[in-house]
């Protein structure tokens, strides 16, 4: 049964700071199945059908969830990397979370936010952020990727900003070709969970 309440914090200290990765990711799988995961008929912003949908920002927007999929991200993140970017709205409270949790790892990390459209006055952008450096190293974020199509107008956006862009990281892979999209495109990809991961879980539970 889906709640949307905060989850007892009997276990405070999977969510600290410092907390092992290893339980914090358990953690984070839990969150996923009870917040984010159903099984139905439901049609995706691809236009196909599915018979379940994960609605990340259940978790991206919570607090717990937040934290652990900052420091998750942060823990993969190539060491060159000036800034993380996402489309919006999916990716916006993820690069957000990593950008003010990389502060307290001491490796503070902007994060951009890149409109699906031109902003339609003052300075006309599509990326909203600090400006970074041409040839800056930027990885794109995404919540939940399915063609990988939204992850990929990022990327194509901060190309033509000038940046560089060679890895995309996601939170759920739903095995539906984004990988393999990403990859004819001459990009790394890696999530920290897959539609299986979740599947399983969700039914053990």
Not at 63 to 90: D, E, W, Y
Not at 118 to 142: C, F
Not at 194 to 204: G, K, M, N, V
Request: net charge negative.
């Amino acid at each position: 049964m889906m709640t949307n309440q905060i989850p007892n914090q009997i276990n405070t200290e999977v969510w600290a700071v410092d907390a092992d990765l290893t339980l914090v990711k358990s953690h984070l799988l839990d969150l996923f199945c009870t917040l984010a995961y159903q099984e139905g008929d439901f049609v995706l912003s691809s236009g196909q059908k599915s018979s379940y949908y994960i609605n990340g920002k259940q978790v991206t927007l919570h607090p717990q969830g937040a934290i652990a999929i900052a420091r998750l991200l942060l823990s993969q993140l190539p060491n060159k990397t000036q800034a993380v970017a996402g489309l919006t709205l999916g990716a916006d409270p993820i690069v957000s979370a990593v950008s003010v949790v990389s502060v307290y790892e001491n490796r503070p990390i902007p994060a951009l936010i890149i409109r699906k459209e031109a902003k339609g006055h003052g300075t006309m952008a599509y990326i909203e952020g600090l400006t970074l450096p041409m040839g800056a190293p930027v990885v794109v974020l995404e919540d939940v990727v399915t063609t990988g199509q939204s992850a990929l107008q990022a990327v194509e956006r901060l190309t033509g900003a000038g940046y560089s862009v060679t890895d995309v990281m996601a939170l759920v892979d739903r095995q539906q070709g984004g990988e393999q999209l990403y990859k004819s495109a001459g990009l790394n990809f890696q999530s920290i969970f897959t539609i299986t991961d979740l599947q399983e879980r969700f039914r053990a539970m």
